[in-house]
């Protein structure tokens, strides 16, 4: 496993510390960004409105001041997201660049031709972990045929997989076929996005579905239990934040949504130390919306050590071989027969 500088770590036990003694108007130092480095997408999925305005992003030295802001924070793992990353012109050199920052870093991708099309391998190089969306919404299933050749890559991969309320009763196949891959998978709702129709699947029988599959099929998917106690009792958090294409951050949540400041521009550690920041955190706070927003919901609070660990553990369990947690022993898990 890549380690940062044992600076990084120090601050961010202290970040942690921070947030669990001041707790009364949300949590003022997120861990986890989600950075949409472009709005161009190939596919147009039902359930999302980000296709909807088509953006290339930030200019190359300008998405480096986002970095560079990013590695001057509290922010601990990054996720490259779109539209689709991959069809950036400068992708790599934006890899590069953000390699050299005290991140870890993340993309997600639902591209065709992973394998023949793009030199993954070298992306690999720079990479931490590779989620690859595979789901009835991209109409790209055969991608589940490829995910051998995926986890040849190099990266910790994950697929992640949307779910509406038509296929609930399809994921028990997607989590087969991750297991015989020696892949992970990660489970989330179609969340009900302004300018789409409503695909949020019922949420008790979709709760009850992947707590069972998680018995299961242990070690296989990622989803953690607490998204769910989240969701069911209004618990998202600050703890995570979105960036758009432009740099503008959205916060304290895309929902909402309100538009803050320009990454490129603005200091993120000295403005969510600002009133308004605070004040915004308490519209999140009093928020009862629900929607179930999966990094809103599922990054917990990063308030203590526990829900730090939990929100964490997805990522980096394979590669510090937590509980046994690795591609190799979970496969040596027994696990039921499908239903």
């Given at each position: 496993m890549r380690v940062l500088p044992a600076k990084k770590y120090a601050q961010t036990l202290r970040y942690l510390w921070y947030n669990y003694t001041h707790q009364g108007n949300g949590v003022t130092y997120p861990f986890y960004a989600s950075y949409k480095i472009n709005q161009t997408c190939n596919f147009k999925c039902r359930f999302c409105n980000l296709w909807q305005e088509q953006s290339p992003g930030l200019p190359t030295d300008k998405t480096f001041k986002v970095l560079d802001n990013l590695g001057k924070s509290s922010i601990f793992l990054v996720s490259f997201e779109g539209g689709e990353p991959l069809l950036r012109p400068d992708f790599l050199e934006v890899l590069?660049?953000?390699?050299?920052q005290p991140f870890y870093l993340m993309i997600t991708t639902s591209e065709r031709g992973l394998t023949t099309d793009?030199?993954?391998?070298?992306?690999?190089?720079?990479?931490?972990?590779?989620h690859i969306s595979i789901d009835e919404g991209h109409v790209n299933l055969e991608m589940f045929d490829q995910l051998e050749e995926f986890?040849?890559?190099?990266?910790?991969?994950?697929?992640?997989?949307?779910?509406?309320?038509?296929?609930?009763?399809?994921?028990?196949?997607?989590?087969?076929r991750c297991q015989q891959a020696g892949a992970k998978i990660v489970i989330m709702p179609a969340v009900h996005l302004e300018g789409t129709k409503d695909y949020y699947p019922e949420f008790y029988e979709f709760r009850d579905t992947v707590l069972e599959?998680?018995?299961?099929?242990?070690?296989?998917?990622?989803?953690?239990?607490?998204?769910?106690?989240?969701i069911d009792k209004g618990g998202c958090s600050s703890s995570s934040i979105v960036i758009d294409a432009d740099g503008t951050l959205y916060y304290p949540c895309r929902v909402l949504p309100y538009r803050a400041i320009n990454m490129a521009e603005t200091s993120l550690m000295e403005?969510?130390?600002?009133?308004?920041?605070?004040?915004?955190?308490?519209?999140?706070?009093?928020?009862?919306?629900?929607?179930?927003?999966?990094?809103?919901?599922?990054t917990s609070s990063f308030t203590s050590l526990s829900e730090a660990y939990g929100a964490l553990q997805p990522y980096f369990a394979e590669m510090l071989h937590i509980g046994g947690d690795s591609a190799t022993s979970s496969s040596q898990h027994p696990t039921k027969n499908p239903k």
């Open positions: 590069k660049y953000a390699r050299r793009y030199p993954m391998r070298e992306y690999c190089k720079y990479i931490d972990f590779l986890v040849a890559f190099g990266s910790s991969v994950c697929v992640q997989t949307v779910v509406t309320k038509k296929d609930i009763d399809r994921l028990e196949s997607k989590v087969q599959l998680k018995k299961q099929y242990p070690n296989i998917i990622t989803t953690p239990d607490n998204f769910f106690q989240n403005f969510v130390r600002t009133r308004q920041a605070a004040e915004m955190r308490n519209v999140m706070t009093g928020c009862d919306k629900h929607c179930g927003w999966y990094q809103y919901f599922a």
